[in-house]
């Protein structure tokens, strides 16, 4: 199910020159996989705290069909649109399978129909656990996708960084791409389900030192062998194999080039990969969370200050398999080699730029233009309003369905 942090996101908001007339947030709600515009008086505009505070009284209680609600001064609902006119749905720009220009070691990749995955549960905003086949044929895996324009080439990036990564044994591999039921279009990918959670879910496992070494490796040929940093390394991405021991990497949302010869300082980029190694390390074994959600001008500086620390505490109940110095001692060891390393990757992964396409312009029945074939984001309502065929994605909130007993089979699959 998803965490309540997970559930709502704010967009932004748009506010009339001068600030005297009301302010228009939009609000994702990743739960029921659908956008509200919210209206609230100016004086708000500087505070979105209350304003997700007063939205979050009326959610449970809005209409799935729900594009619009108007909210008082002091929180109390107004008015409630479910007027299709009113959908601020910003339909963000698809790519085509050839787009992503496969090499022919990637050619074979399978993919999947949107509308076969069968929802399972919800992970985090995004990330669905699903299953597609039938008896035997039946698999689990965690469906990622992109809705939201802000997320448009972060998801380019991360689907051609992750296919060209997927066959190194401590990645989680691309599984299938999952395509749209109305133009064939990528909306998404599918991973392999590792049943057990990451460490975070699990923090009293603790890190095996076998793991550590697994984890500095990786980060070694993510940025020594082939140019990139993943960049979000924390507890929550690192699953473990229950069939290996061995440990796992996912989530490549914020991974990026290396660009040229890169001459690895603890202060450079790179330096800051190594300083989210230390970060984890440290917050699984202590339990200490202030570090977890660090900017990324303070990662190396505070990875330096706790590696200067006189002793790490293990957390209450934490078991590790050697002493909390041969943790230390590894990590010593590696950032005292990275820091004398002057290396250009010598497997370079590319992929191609985000595929802007030229806008080609056609009239429908009536005569009014719209945009084919380009790079562009659209409304919802305005292709709604041509008679044209959009996605769907709205769904009821996941509690609802488990209380209305929405369920079928005895594996709690729920078929939405």
Avoid at 25 to 42: E, G, K
Avoid at 176 to 204: A, C, K, M, N
Avoid at 337 to 351: F, K, M, N, P, S
Wanted: proline letters at 5%.
């Amino acid at each position: 199910m998803l965490k309540d942090m997970d559930k709502y996101c704010f967009l932004g908001c748009l506010i009339e020159i001068g600030g005297r007339g009301p302010v228009v947030w939009q609000v994702m709600d990743w739960d029921r996989r659908r956008m509200i515009s919210l209206v609230t008086d100016a004086e708000y505009q500087e505070d979105p705290v209350q304003v997700i505070a007063h939205f979050k009284r009326h959610i449970k209680t809005l209409p799935l069909d729900t594009y619009k609600i108007h909210m008082s001064e002091r929180g109390d609902l107004l008015r409630v649109s479910t007027d299709p006119k009113d959908d601020p749905w910003i339909i963000i720009w698809r790519f085509e399978m050839e787009d992503l220009q496969l090499e022919k070691l990637l050619s074979g990749v399978e993919t999947v129909i949107r509308i076969e995955l069968c929802e399972i549960s919800r992970l985090a905003w995004g990330i669905d656990l699903v299953s597609y086949g039938t008896g035997e044929e039946e698999k689990r895996v965690d469906f990622k996708y992109a809705l939201i324009p802000q997320d448009s080439h972060r998801f380019w990036t991360e689907l051609n960084v992750w296919m060209r990564l997927s066959h190194h044994p401590n990645i989680v591999p691309i599984d299938r791409i999952v395509l749209d039921e109305i133009r064939g279009q990528i909306v998404g990918f599918t991973t392999p389900y590792i049943p057990g959670g990451s460490l975070e879910d699990t923090p009293s496992q603790g890190v095996k030192l076998k793991w550590l070494k697994q984890l500095i490796q990786l980060v070694d040929a993510l940025n020594l062998r082939y140019g990139v940093i993943h960049d979000n390394i924390i507890p929550r991405h690192l699953p473990v194999d229950p069939e290996t021991d061995d440990l796992l990497l996912i989530n490549f949302n914020f991974s990026r080039r290396i660009a040229g010869p890169v001459r690895l300082f603890i202060f450079d980029i790179s330096g800051q990969e190594m300083a989210r190694v230390i970060l984890t390390v440290y917050i699984i074994i202590t339990g200490e969370k202030r570090f977890q959600y660090t900017h990324d001008t303070k990662k190396i500086s505070n990875a330096a200050a706790v590696m200067e620390l006189e002793e790490w505490t293990p957390a209450p109940g934490m078991i590790l398999d050697h002493p909390v110095s041969a943790y230390r001692s590894l990590l010593e060891e590696w950032t005292r080699q990275r820091r004398a390393v002057h290396v250009q990757a010598r497997e370079c992964i590319d992929w191609p730029e985000f595929p802007y396409k030229q806008t080609v312009w056609e009239r429908d029945e009536r005569g009014a233009s719209y945009a084919v074939g380009g790079a562009y984001d659209c409304s919802r309502a305005g292709e709604r309003e041509a008679g044209r065929a959009v996605i769907e994605w709205e769904r009821p909130p996941e509690d609802a369905l488990r209380d209305e007993a929405m369920v079928v089979d005895d594996d709690e699959y729920v078929y939405v």
